[in-house]
């Protein structure tokens, strides 16, 4: 068993809600191994510095994250697509201590495999930019905009994908183009959402 990492103990310690859940989960985890980190605000489990998996909770469910999960098999079928976009992330969520306890041998397994994908150096293969529809409002901001095709194509693959999930999430056209209108200029600027 891998030892506890000092730097990770406070979010154990701090946990109001499904402490008694992550320790159990923490212990399963550091059989398997895997490193201890604290990385995004949550435990991370590391494989030769790659990332294997996090210890995350949220109001109605506790789960395991693992960071290129699309990969793993699913015999079991938990694995969980957050959401539609999430490309290569998926979870095991848990609502209270017994499922843990339950499930500790098909855990592991999984974390095993997990480990074995990344030393195989397997790829999620992510959708470019281009696959994901874009909302008609931005499309004619493109077209209108001089220099903004151009500012747009230039910036990386994650960063188009950021602004395309950004622009097309509103229902209505009007919120659409209020955010389009927000942040041209940081598009014409190179900048990503979050930079």
Known sequence: ?????????????????????????????????????????????????SNILIIHGFKEYCAILFVKGALLNDPNGILIQQTENVQAARQIRFTNIQEIVEMEPILKAYILEAIEVEKAGLKVNYKKATEFSMPEEFINKLEEVPGLQD?????????????????????????RESRIEKWMEQILNGKGLND
């Not at 154990?12 to 550091?30: N, S």
């Not at 990386?156 to 056209?173: D, M, N, V, W």
Request: proline share 5%; charged share 30%.
């Open 1 to 49: 068993m891998n030892k506890t990492n000092p730097k990770v103990d406070f979010f154990f310690v701090k946990a109001e809600q499904w402490h008694e859940e992550y320790e159990k989960l923490r212990m399963i985890v550091l059989e398997c191994g895997l490193d201890e980190e604290f990385k995004w605000m949550h435990p991370c489990y590391t494989f030769e510095k």
């Open 151 to 175: 500012a747009f194509e230039a910036l990386t693959p994650g960063r188009q994908r950021a602004y395309i999930l950004y622009f097309s999430a509103p229902k209505q056209a009007k919120t």
